[in-house]
């Protein structure tokens, strides 16, 4: 990725441009087609009480990402850095793991794209995917290819965000009983919610918005408050997204409509809004797709540039190869796409403690790491807990993620 910020070449407009597009590479990843499918299928299966599911990723979310920036961000170091700089050797472990986990995701996210052509041009979804990856090839090999991406993510999630929004006025969907079942659920799955936690925050989406930051040179101490405010504006952006799209899918839900199997997200949004909702949600679920398609990619192959100078000079066309072995497996695999992105939501959601674990060491015991900044001791708390949870939650969903695959 040619580099367009530091203390040399970068201007505040520049870096205001770089931040505002970390904000929403993380909060596009966290709301792409994995999120969107899997909403659905466990929309369906648990109705109101998944609203429970979606509180507590939402909860475990703000206690991983202001954690995530703030050690990234005031150190100035990636996540694998970090990791070897804890334990020599760990940061490839991370890496390994983060790059496999993007892998399969990216693959899901291209599934997202074809899903949401198919829907809006009648493609056929081997044709679909292969021309999303085209386009998000296209955007790395642009010259400025950070801004362009900067540039990308921000208004295709302005566009979804504004989509969805639409799409859940028209559903209808039942709010107050999905705001009770958010605390006092009928049913609790713990497959749904280590799979939406993975889609939303597990495996690359983790560190997608924190590596941009090191990327774009917004680091340091004397960086914080920016960082903060960059960390909580994505946090907002997925927490909004997240129930907005719930509803519109509730709603279709709570009326007795019985949605098709084979793109069922497509006929929640043409039950609710005609051809024009099933458009919409054409746009929506290409533009979720896009966007993290380019955020797998981007974030993925910044865990490789850091091991040896020649990955930082040849970042774009690692990107591009990533992108390109993504919509190679794509095309061969013969797994639907809907259970692809359940599938790799799942997955992430077991890599999440591993990376995350070694952050909040950091955190906790090399603050030489962290420039000497006093670590917030109400931060690490809140870190931790949500790292139990995910150990935990991740254990319990080792079986559900074995009948997916089958």
Same mark, same amino acid.
């Given at each position: ?12 407009? %520049? ?33 109101? =009480? &998944? =609203?429970?599911?979606?509180? !507590? ?21 990636? $996540? ?9 050797? +760990?940061?490839?472990?991370? $890496?390994? +793991?983060? %790059? ?14 074809? @899903?949401?052509?198919? $829907?809006?041009?009648?493609?056929? %979804? ?6 999303? =990856? ?32 639409? *799409? ?24 749904? !919610? ?37 960390? %909580? ?25 019985? @949605? ?26 290409? $533009? ?22 020649? &990955? ?30 359940? @599938? ?41 807990? *949500?790292?139990? +949870? ?17």
């Amino acid at each position: 990725m040619a580099t367009e910020s530091g203390t040399a070449t970068g201007s505040d407009k %520049v870096k205001r441009g770089a931040l505002l597009g970390a904000v929403f590479l993380m909060a596009t990843s966290a709301i792409g087609p994995g999120f969107i499918t899997q909403t659905t299928e466990f929309t369906v299966q648990l109705g109101a =009480a &998944f =609203a429970f599911a979606i509180l !507590i990723s939402i909860l475990v979310d703000i206690a991983v990402q202001l954690n995530v920036w703030r050690v990234i961000g005031v150190s100035g170091l990636r $996540a694998q850095d970090l990791g070897n700089r804890v334990l020599p050797g +760990l940061g490839y472990v991370i $890496a390994a +793991l983060v %790059v496999f986990g993007g892998l399969v995701f990216n693959v899901g996210n291209i599934a997202g794209t074809s @899903l949401g052509l198919d $829907a809006l041009f009648g493609l056929e %979804v081997k044709i679909g995917g292969g021309i999303s =990856a085209l386009v998000a090839i296209g955007i790395f090999l642009s010259r400025r290819a950070g801004v362009a991406m900067d540039r990308v993510v921000v208004a295709l999630g302005v566009l979804m965000i504004g989509m969805t929004v639409y *799409a859940t006025i028209v559903s209808g969907p039942p709010v107050g009983e999905a705001l009770r079942q958010s605390v006092l659920p009928e049913d609790i799955d713990f497959l749904a !919610i280590t799979t939406l936690i993975g889609g939303t925050v597990g495996g690359y989406i983790t560190y997608a918005g924190a590596h941009r930051l090191v990327d774009a040179g917004i680091t340091g101490p004397e960086r914080v408050a920016r960082v903060s405010r960059g960390s %909580v504006g994505a946090l907002l952006l997925t927490g909004v997204m997240r129930w907005v799209l719930f509803l519109a899918i509730l709603g279709v839900i709570a009326g007795g409509y019985v @949605l098709g199997e084979a793109n069922p997200t497509a006929d929640a949004f043409q039950h609710a809004g005609g051809e024009v909702g099933l458009r919409l949600f054409g746009i929506i679920l290409w $533009a979720a797709g896009i966007t993290s398609v380019i955020g797998a990619s981007y974030t993925s192959v910044s865990f490789l540039v850091t091991f040896t100078p020649a &990955f930082q000079r040849r970042r774009n066309w690692l990107v591009v190869g990533f992108v390109l072995v993504s919509g190679v497996l794509f095309l061969i695999l013969n797994q639907a796409p809907t259970t692809l992105l359940v @599938l790799a939501g799942a997955l992430n959601g077991l890599i999440l403690p591993v990376g995350f674990g070694v952050l909040l060491w950091v955190a906790l015991r090399r603050g030489d790491l962290l420039g000497g900044y006093r670590y917030p001791r109400w931060l690490l708390a809140i870190g931790v807990a *949500a790292w139990l +949870l995910t150990v935990y939650l991740g254990a319990n969903s080792l079986g559900g993620i074995a009948d997916l695959w089958n």
